[in-house]
């Protein structure tokens, strides 16, 4: 036996040693792709890592969590951390425990997907027992896994969003779903990820100042609205801010759903009194890089490629960009009689200046603008269908549905969308209006409306007896939020067909 234990150990070691060369030579790796000012930054970032774990002696109990959204400038921002979490370990006996929770839904394209894998790869960060990869899928936390596909109930969350937000959205098409909401999903997705198995000490932000302070202003805002500011303020402790952005997120799902109630106020979170506050270690500082070259340079090390079907400007949620471009272009072709190459333009227009607002790298605008402008538009308007029918089971008419809204407010645009899309079931309108209120009506209209509508009919008729969030309070939640953009900031939407002059013809396209 003591011959095995012998052998046992000096496998285990070898082993050891074998590991500690991989991560020599990815650490060695990531540092050739930093740029001068990322490794100059790199040992005030450790430094500022070890200040937070209590000491240098301490750092193998620290354990940070990172949030990955999936942007170039997030998983830049990783990369200086892991280089700190490797740099840390080859001059000290030990280091600190990395917690990345990953946004991972339905909506998102192959390549996005991909350059997630790409990352955690060559970081090496699979088969490290210090990193934890997390992923929230129908809110449910699992261990990040790149062959297990978001499952049906995660997909079926998605399209029920996707679909209410644009019936309830007027037909506006950017404003119902390049909404604020995405960073519901990931305040959801990083207040189960700091309890998972073992709380963390801190959350990484790599954030700048002034998205940080908007983040915050906005948040605040929204809670003190929604009466769930706690005790505990939410600019110093992590915990107590993710906790009302959940219970934020629940409010807005039901209100989504159509399950309005009243409220009461939320207490506060007696296990957050017991604690110390989460914090939040801010790393934009120290990791951020605008020479445009490296960033490209360490791009390209992790394997990351820019992506039409991505948000530039990252935290988009559910929001995919190549949808947005084509529901522009179907409601410039159903919605205003015009085509749709000029709803695809005003996208653009409209894209290009929230760029410019955002400092994106024109690698990333390149890869989009060029999307749209290479090759024959209908050809890149099948491939938006076949994604919205993969990723959501979604064709293009029951897309074209949503931008007419035709069952909120009593089915009041009902008749103009039979009229326009599909003229031989206006005979049957008065069958489509008791099938919406619940009264009997024929099997084969309530079939019609399920299929082209794409929802079940309780929310078809829910629908029915709501309002459009176009003619909403201020107040309101959903109003509130379909009212600001990824980035935060108040969407200026215009109608598609302005993009045409007083008086001008539409050509061909």
């Known amino acids: 036996m003591a011959g095995i234990d012998i052998q046992v150990g000096v496998m285990g070691s070898i082993h050891d040693q074998a590991m500690q060369y991989i991560y020599q030579q990815v650490l060695q790796r990531v540092l050739e792709h930093l740029s001068q000012a990322q490794k100059a930054s790199l040992q005030l970032l450790i430094q500022r890592l070890i200040v937070a774990a209590g000491g240098l002696e301490r750092i193998k109990g620290l354990r940070l969590m990172f949030v990955f959204d999936a942007s170039l400038r997030c998983a830049q921002a990783l990369a200086c951390v892991r280089a700190a979490q490797l740099s840390i370990a080859a001059r000290a006996p030990h280091t600190f425990h990395l917690r990345i929770a990953t946004a991972w839904q339905a ?38 896994d790149i062959r297990r596909a978001p499952s049906e109930a995660q997909q079926l969350a998605e399209r029920q969003e996707w679909l209410l937000c644009g019936h309830l959205g007027g037909g506006s098409p950017r404003m119902a779903n390049f909404a604020s909401h995405g960073y519901l999903h990931l305040a959801e997705l990083a207040r189960q990820a700091i309890t998972w198995q073992g709380r963390v000490d801190a959350v990484i932000n790599a954030d700048s100042l002034a998205d940080r302070k908007r983040y915050l202003a906005w948040s605040r805002r929204s809670l003190r609205y929604a009466d769930l500011l706690g005790v505990r303020p939410i600019h110093s402790c992590a915990a107590a801010l993710l906790e009302g952005m959940s219970e934020l997120r629940r409010r807005y799902v039901d209100l989504l ?12 979170n007696p296990d957050l009194g017991e604690q110390p506050a989460l914090r939040f270690i801010t790393i934009h500082d120290l990791v951020a890089d605008h020479e445009s070259l490296h960033a490209e340079r360490l791009s390209r090390f992790l394997g990351f490629n820019y992506d039409q079907q991505a948000d530039p400007c990252g935290h988009s949620g559910i929001a995919n960009p190549m949808l947005l471009a084509h529901l522009q272009g179907l409601k410039a072709e159903f919605v205003d009689n015009t085509h749709y190459c000029h709803g695809i333009e005003l996208y653009l227009q409209q894209t290009r200046e929230q760029m ?80 919406l209120q619940g009264q009997s009506a024929p099997e084969p209209v309530v079939q019609w409306l399920v299929d082209t509508g794409g929802l079940p009919m309780p929310i ?50």
């Open 460 to 509: 078809l008729q829910k629908l029915y007896g709501r309002d459009a969030l176009a003619g909403a309070s201020e107040q309101c939640l959903l109003t509130r939020l379909r009212v600001r953009g990824a980035d935060l900031r108040h969407l200026n939407y215009r109608a598609a067909n302005s993009v045409l002059g007083k008086g001008e013809q539409a050509g061909s396209c």
């Open 107 to 144: 909506g998102m394209s192959t390549t996005t997907q991909a350059n997630i894998d790409n990352t955690f790869s060559r970081l090496f960060m699979h088969d490290d027992p210090r990193i934890e990869l997390l992923v929230l899928d129908a809110d449910e936390l699992l261990p990040y």
């Open 257 to 268: 759903q159509g399950r309005e109630q009243a409220y009461l106020p939320t207490p506060a």
């Open 356 to 435: 410019q607002r955002s400092n994106i790298f024109a690698a990333v605008e390149t890869c989009i603008f060029d999307y749209w402008q290479s090759g024959e538009l209908e050809q890149r308007r099948a491939e938006a269908n076949d994604f919205a029918l993969q990723a959501y089971g979604l064709s293009e008419a029951q897309l074209v549905c949503q931008l007419f809204s035709p069952f909120v407010g009593r089915g009041a645009q009902l008749e103009t969308f039979l009229c326009r899309c599909h003229p031989g079931m206006l005979v049957a309108m008065p069958y489509l209006h008791k099938a």
